[in-house]
């Protein structure tokens, strides 16, 4: 029996897996909101507080970096050590792995109905592959080929310098950086919170005109993110769907950015969970490719680099089962 866990700013999910010839069996699983816990290990002892059938190995994707098996998390004021993990669940072999890693390695176990391409240009070859995923945060990781297998790299490239590419988005920049006195990562942007600041910029900076609706709903939501999503594509609110195109538009350029950092002509990778949520918009729209291609002289070899969006919501969990049955070999 295994103990995988992805955790988040947001949320925290634990799940337990059965190791079998025939691979992995989900046996339960169970979301936990992370910020209503103290600590990681105060919900892994609630999760196992009823079972009794002994664990032979753990790990955990953290939304954090890890050094010497420890973690800092990044969006919560915990810190993460395998040592007391290993004293709370009472395994020896437990792993900590920062989560686009943990996500990587699930990404590398869907089958061919669990993505969409977004690159209708796209031209299939072998090589290192990019992994991004705006979610609570952004992550950024990349698979590294070796000619046989692939690699998992963790990166904090989320939390690089926002470079804008237009007048609108220098006028973003100016606007975030006064809001945050100083630096702004692209994470500001490319998260659930960063949608919300990029529909204030543009209604109250930019006198883009907001729907008297939209705005009512705004004032009593806890999810902003959430009911702009929900307005651009269901309601073709004007304001809503121009942040989504600009939302997609940024999000297309990091992840052009990330393939060059790492030559990756095996593709690119979208995991998280924003992306599912507006297919939509980075369907329908071209702002993203626009966006991803927009390199100057690398311009043509981004044109066909396959671009796929992971369907499944589950991928950092599925990795980091993955990661833990590999402790058994």
């Not at 010839?21 to 609630?46: C, N």
């Not at 692939?150 to 990166?155: D, G, M, R, S």
Request: net charge negative; aromatic share 8%; charged share 25%.
């Amino acid at each position: 029996m295994l103990l995988a866990g992805d955790v988040g700013g947001t949320k925290t999910i634990l799940a337990q897996y059965e190791k079998s010839t025939e691979g992995l069996e989900r046996v339960r699983e169970r979301l936990f909101p992370s910020a209503d816990y103290a600590s990681l290990d105060e919900i892994v002892a609630e999760f196992l507080s009823d079972q009794s059938v002994p664990l032979e190995a753990a790990c955990f994707g953290v939304a954090g970096p890890v050094f010497d098996g420890a973690s800092r998390i990044t969006n919560l004021p915990w810190v993460i050590e395998e040592r007391s993990l290993a004293v709370t669940t009472g395994v020896q072999r437990i792993k900590l792995l920062n989560d686009l890693q943990a996500m990587s390695l699930g990404l590398l176990r869907l089958g061919p109905e669990e993505w969409l391409e977004l690159n209708p240009n796209a031209e299939p070859a072998t090589g290192n592959r990019a992994v991004i995923a705006a979610g609570t945060g952004l992550g950024e990781a990349i698979l590294y080929w070796d000619g046989m297998n692939y690699h998992p790299l963790a990166t904090e490239g989320g939390h690089t310098d926002f470079a804008p590419t237009d007048d609108l988005e220098e006028g973003l920049l100016r606007h975030l950086r006064a809001k945050f006195g100083g630096h702004v990562s692209y994470e500001r942007i490319l998260s659930g919170t960063g949608i919300a600041y990029l529909y204030e910029y543009l209604r109250d900076i930019d006198h883009r005109p907001e729907s008297p609706e939209l705005a009512k709903v705004l004032k009593v939501t806890d999810d902003p993110a959430r009911e702009i999503s929900f307005y651009a594509l269901e309601h073709n609110d004007p304001l809503a769907r121009e942040t989504l195109r600009r939302f997609a538009r940024i999000y297309g350029a990091e992840a052009g950015n990330l393939v060059l950092k790492c030559l990756s002509r095996g593709g690119v990778l979208i995991g998280g969970g924003i992306a599912p949520k507006i297919l939509n918009a980075l369907v329908e729209d071209s702002q993203f490719m626009e966006g991803f291609c927009a390199k100057g002289r690398f311009a043509e070899f981004l044109r066909h680099i396959p671009v796929r969006v992971a369907l499944n919501p589950n991928t950092a969990l599925l990795g980091a089962a993955d990661y833990a049955a590999r402790c058994l070999l």
